[in-house]
Structures are given as C-alpha cells and as structure tokens.
C-alpha cells in the first residue's frame, strides 16, 4: 500500500491542475434520520441494502444480507429483570458492516445489557458507494442513533471499531454530560502509514488504488481513494480534539501494538495524554513485549507459536473464536494480502496447518501465506473485562 501511494503522487505531481475529480454520478447517502426510531430505521436500511447490495452468492441473500443490516439486541427479560437499563451503542469500521460487531454485542448482550449496532453510510452494498461518502454522513448516523437512543435508556455507552471508534470517541468527548463512557476496539486516531497525508490529494485525481471483487459477504475487498481521506481527516479531527481537550470520562480502550492498518503508538498517545480518568483502562495485545498490568494498562504477549498466531491484527481483537464465519474453525479466510497473486491467496485460504498473525516479517518467514487472523483466543476474558467496565462506571455521570 504504501508503494502504490508513493507511486501515486508522483503521479499527482504530475497531472494538470485542471484534473480534480471522478465522473461517476454521485448517490444519495443512506443515514440514520434525526429522531427516527430504530425499527423504522432497520426497516429502511434492508429495502436499501437489498435494492444496492452486489450478492457473493444469489442464493444465499437472506444470509447476507442479515449480516450487513443494522440490529438490536435486547437483554434476557428474565435473566436480567429488575437491573437499569443501560445500553451500548456501536459502529462498525471502513469497508466493515454491522456483522463485524456481532461478537461484542452478543457478549454484552449475555451480560445484561442492550445493544445497538448502525450501518455506517457508504457501507452493506458495494465498494462504489463509498466514493462519495462523508465523515459527515458517518458522523449524522451515529449521532442521530445515540441521540435517539439514549431517549429510551437509563445509562448510554458508545463504543466502535477503527473508524466507528473514532466517531464514539468523538460523541463521547463532545456529549460527555450524557455518556458514561466508550467502549473502544483498535480505534482509528491515525491511520498506520507516513504518507496518510497524502490521501486528499490522491482523492482528487483517482478512485482507487485497486479494485478487487469481494468474495467476503460482511465486508469489502477494497477501499476507494476518497473513503481513505475521509478516514484521515475524520482520525486528525478526533484525535486533536481529544488531545486539546482531556478528560476524566470513562474510556475502555482495546488494541493490538502490531495493528497494521492504524498506528497504535498514536493511541496510546491519545490515551495516555486524553483519556486521562483515573477508571480509563487499556488492553494492549503485543507479539513482543510480556504481559504485565499497571493501574491503567494491561498487556497481553501474542506470541502464540502453539496456535500458530503471531500477533492481533486489527480486525482480530474484539473477535470471538467460535464466530461460524471468521473464528479459529470459520468458513471465511482473510487472506486479501495476496489478491494479486491467485496461487498464494488459494494457499492462504486452503492450508489446514497455516498460519495466522498480524503482517510482519516474523510471520511471513512462519508462513509465506500466512492468513490475518481475524479472532481473539482471549476474547471471553476481554469482554468480561468490558462489562466490568461498564458495570463499575454506569453510575459516574450521574
């Protein structure tokens, strides 16, 4: 990736002045309507998914396109009668669906709270609509759903992964009188390359990088240029917000130090000079460092060679082992590192003794095909720890 960017500002450099954008007609955004009830919002997400979405497989649509439409979750009315109502809204991250949050919500679920999950505009369809895609419009969605939401509960969290993180933290910083805390997994505050300043300029002149045809029903195989800048500026906005502006406000954030899609060292920057409440903690998954607790941090060592895991990818961390779909024992591969190369990537997807991790070149010389791993074997203790979390600070706004 970051070859092809550097390729592409020669090519920017390169380019009249009078170049400045793509031809494609631009379409309307699907966002959560201000004061909308969420059933009515769900309601209209599935005619729109089922109207826009390219299918993996026209036979199995019903499957698909459940994994793709925003959802709820309410608590067991018996199990958890009598307790206050308290609610955790989601958001998926770029090129992801609500599919991606399922692990989570159904853990806070079991634990005895309601959970809210939206569909991020731009996203559940097609790749191509993300080409005119707004941090705006992701930003309206999730503000409308919280607001809406917390009309109807006792206690609100906000919470997300990557880009939905981002837009949590965001609420949560600007509505703090209101929210109890964040619930963060792998965050975007940055996104991890050197040269991410230079998506804006790209996106003038370019739509994509590549353009690879899915063969995943939760998420896309590839991301346009301009949904990458918004993803930019949304992160640099966030981010400076936070850090002029810390506060005690209860955050939950959980990362992996060896992420390769956001820069982890920026957050725990961001946590450690922002999140600065004395009840904010953070677990931070590292191949390299050993497992050790502080006040505020906890470190899992993901040096795993009797798994045959070498570190948490980003997507890995909040994910579930016994997920069908992405678990240990899934149906569903990430192996889109190797797209360009079809013998690699039917490597990747058909070794039974493979390899997973995080990109490294500790893992490529495990595996010249080793696949992303996509799930977390420490997921049930992370969510416990996650509804502790929550639990301990239901009460600390108010």
Not at 323 to 339: D, F, P, S, V
Not at 382 to 396: D, G, H, P, T, Y
């Amino acid at each position: 990736m970051r070859q092809k960017l550097v390729l592409w500002c020669f090519c920017v450099l390169a380019l009249p002045v009078s170049v400045t954008g793509y031809a494609t007609e631009e379409q309307a955004q699907f966002v959560y309507e201000p004061e909308e009830a969420f059933t009515h919002y769900v309601a209209r997400a599935e005619q729109y998914v089922n109207e826009r979405k390219t299918w993996i497989k026209v036979d199995d649509k019903p499957r698909e396109l459940a994994a793709v439409l925003p959802f709820e979750l309410l608590p067991d009315a018996e199990n958890c009668a009598g307790r206050a109502r308290i609610g955790v809204l989601l958001s998926h991250g770029l090129s992801d669906s609500p599919f991606s949050m399922r692990d989570p919500a159904q853990a806070l679920q079991a634990a005895c709270y309601q959970v809210r999950v939206v569909l991020l505009p731009g996203h559940g369809t097609k790749s191509e609509d993300l080409l005119h895609v707004s941090r705006d419009d992701w930003r309206m969605t999730f503000r409308n759903a919280a607001d809406e939401f917390s009309k109807e509960i006792d206690v609100m969290y906000v919470g997300g992964f990557s880009t939905g993180g981002a837009l949590a933290a965001e609420y949560a910083w600007q509505h703090s009188e209101s929210v109890a805390g964040a619930i963060l997994f792998s965050p975007v505050f940055k996104v991890n390359s050197s040269i991410d300043w230079l998506s804006p300029w790209l996106a003038m002149v370019k739509d994509w990088l590549d353009n690879y045809p899915s063969d995943d029903f939760a998420k896309y195989a590839s991301i346009p240029l301009p949904a990458i800048a918004q993803v930019y500026k949304l992160s640099k906005e966030v981010r400076n917000l936070i850090l002029d502006n810390p506060k005690q406000l209860p955050v939950f954030i959980a990362l992996s130090e060896d992420d390769q899609t956001v820069d982890s060292s920026v957050s725990e920057k961001v946590f450690n000079e922002g999140m600065i409440g004395a009840k904010s903690q953070m677990v931070l998954y590292s191949k390299d460092q050993m497992s050790a607790n502080t006040d505020r941090i906890k470190v899992h060592n993901t040096n795993w060679p009797e798994a045959k895991i070498l570190g948490l990818s980003h997507m890995a961390v909040h994910g579930n082992p016994e997920n069908t779909y992405y678990g240990a024992a899934g149906e569903y591969r990430i192996c889109g590192w190797y797209l360009s190369d079809e013998a690699l990537y039917q490597a990747c997807r058909e070794d039974k003794d493979n390899w997973f991790g995080e990109g490294s070149d500790a893992l490529t010389k495990s595996s010249p095909h080793a696949a992303r791993v996509s799930w977390n074997p420490n997921f049930n203790e992370l969510m416990q720890e996650v509804a502790f979390f929550i639990k301990a600070n239901a009460n600390s706004n108010r």
